[in-house]
């Protein structure tokens, strides 16, 4: 149980485009979700946490207009880098939590490898 | 404000050989602490938690960690090393009825033959 996907796993794109990445929860609700970044060889630094049907919470210095993030479902977030440039490049990693268990634990996904031309 | 410490980027051991990994933490209030691992460009897989229960935690794939709130500690082990160990190791902390977790910079783990 507690599974969390992402999709995709690996993206190109080109600098100035958009790029929207999903995170599900594949057996249960999640009330909250977390986007982090890491980059190669570093820890992971949490970018936002968002709550279903409410606006997310950015961490500080992180540019909400650059990254969007929609929580429109119990299953579903989505992170749209837009206006991508070459600095965006990093592995995006999903988690979620569910608020019905152990709200402190959080379910991560396997991550998505954005690669900004 | 809560943070976590893991000493030594970099840990080696040889197959079969005790694995420890350092996590101190700092916390005002009652932490719970994880310990994650990844491998390379995958997610985290939760090896171990500790929130406020048994001070000593047995994790999946032999792994335990035991909480010493004297040391603010909450170092991981494993008895015997296995190849497939070798990967990035997190320790995390978060409180009671608050589900943002602070990362450790992470341990990666090497094992030789």
């Known amino acids: 149980g507690a599974v969390v996907s992402q999709h995709p796993s690996r993206v190109i794109c080109k600098s100035g485009t958009s790029v929207k990445i999903e995170c599900r929860s594949l057996?249960?609700?999640?009330?909250?979700m977390f986007w982090y970044r890491q980059f190669p060889k570093q820890s992971l630094m949490l970018m936002a946490t968002?709550?279903?049907?409410?606006?997310?919470?950015?961490e500080q210095g992180v540019e909400k207009d650059k990254f969007l993030i929609n929580h429109a479902s119990l299953t579903l977030s989505t992170l749209t880098v837009t206006s991508a440039h070459p600095e965006d490049s990093s592995f995006y990693i999903c988690?979620?939590?569910?608020?019905?268990?152990?709200?402190?634990?959080?379910?991560f996904g396997p991550g998505t490898r954005l690669t900004v031309t | 404000a809560q943070s976590v410490t893991q000493l030594g980027s970099h840990v080696s051991v040889s197959e079969g050989a005790l694995v420890l990994l350092r996590c101190n933490y700092s916390?005002?209030?009652?932490?719970?602490l994880f310990w994650y691992v990844q491998y390379p460009n995958q997610g985290l897989q939760l090896l171990l938690k500790y929130t406020s229960a048994a001070t000593l935690v047995k994790g999946i794939n032999g792994f335990e960690a035991e909480f010493k709130k004297s040391e603010t500690s909450f170092h991981l082990t494993k008895p015997s090393a296995h190849m497939s160990d070798a990967a990035e190791y997190f320790c995390a902390v978060t409180r009671g009825g608050y589900n943002k977790l602070i990362f450790g910079a992470g341990t990666r783990l090497a094992v030789h033959p």
């Open positions: 916390s005002s209030v009652p932490p719970y």
């Open positions: 968002s709550n279903e049907g409410s606006k997310a919470t950015y």
């Open positions: 988690s979620a939590s569910s608020a019905g268990g152990d709200t402190y634990e959080q379910y």
């Open positions: 057996d249960f609700q999640a009330t909250t």
